[in-house]
């Protein structure tokens, strides 16, 4: 099968599995200039009279490096060779002085500028370009971490990212290489990313340290079975989520700024259940998922149980009381949010 055949039919197939869009929607491609996302907007392209899709991108400009302005007239240039409408944003580059936007500043900048367009153009669906690599690397990253079945389920095909609004990623059934590939046949120029070689960065050593070593040792087949691994644990996540899910208003309740646990009700769940009602708790006050350890979550669990030594737990930018029947959360301050 020719690359362009096998990538359009990975498409597809996740298209059947998950509804990433429906005939005569509307989807705005995330399009950094790079390799993924330019594989992702040729590709919806090809597939957009089939699907009767209309179908827009965007790139932002975060200032990375003193080439991004080019990567920007790349990212116009071709657009307009695909008859793509293309939103162009740059970061604001008023900072604090001394202070450098990291990796996760960066992905909310761009989240919040998706979003933005989106909701300007009135377009349901922003596709972001992750592949089936990036879905293996994450599972690697979040492994040794710690995680568990909701933090292994790693990359979802499909979000919500709020007021209406969808993530996709139509590639994470397609690895690099098929994109490469795919590239390459249709003679569809791309840039490459100078960060992405460096090693400072802990997914690129996974990238090009971490894996290259297990697929020496154990097989080409290693990305594969990550993958399997992380569909596995997400179809367990869904089952967790669920249960929590139905035991959330028996569980929890919110009384101003603070998020109150009772304590009878939840004590009655099931370990797995009770920490992710603790993880919903969390997001209810405003946190995000990576700002709560596994080493908080147990520290609440043993505050709830009454097993711990204290009454009290701090946590970042919060503290965790326990009183009478119940456990009460409240902000000492602001907490983040990812888009």
Known sequence: MNPTRALLRSITALNERHGLFEPGGSVLVAYSGGPDSTALL?????????HRLRIEAAHLDHGWHGGSGRWADACVRRAASLGVRLHLGRLSRSRPVGSKMTEADARQARYAFLVRTARKRRIGIIATGHT??????????????????????????VRAAGAGIRVIRPLLWTDRSAVMSFLRERGVPHLSDPSNKDHDRLR????????????????????SRLNEA?????????????AAERARNK?????????IVKLDAY??????????????????????????????LEGLDRLSSGTGPAATLQLPGAVA???GGRLELLRTRRLSRTP
């Open 42 to 50: 040729e590709a919806l392209c090809l597939l957009s009279r089939r």
């Open 132 to 157: 089936a690599d990036d879905q293996a690397e994450t599972f690697l990253l979040r492994l040794f971490r710690g995680a568990g079945p909701l933090g292994l389920a790693g990359i979802p095909a």
């Open 204 to 223: 690129n050593r996974v990238r090009h340290i971490v894996l290259p070593f297990l697929e020496e040792q154990f097989g080409t087949s290693v990305k």
């Open 230 to 242: 992380s569909a596995a644990c997400s179809d367990a996540a869904l089952e967790l989520v669920e």
């Open 251 to 259: 569980v929890l309740s919110r009384r101003g700024g603070r998020v």
């Open 267 to 296: 004590l009655a769940c099931g370990r797995a259940v009770r920490m992710e009602l603790l993880m919903s708790a969390w997001k209810d006050l405003g946190g995000e998922h990576r700002g709560l350890t596994r080493h908080h």
């Open 321 to 323: 009381r326990r009183s």
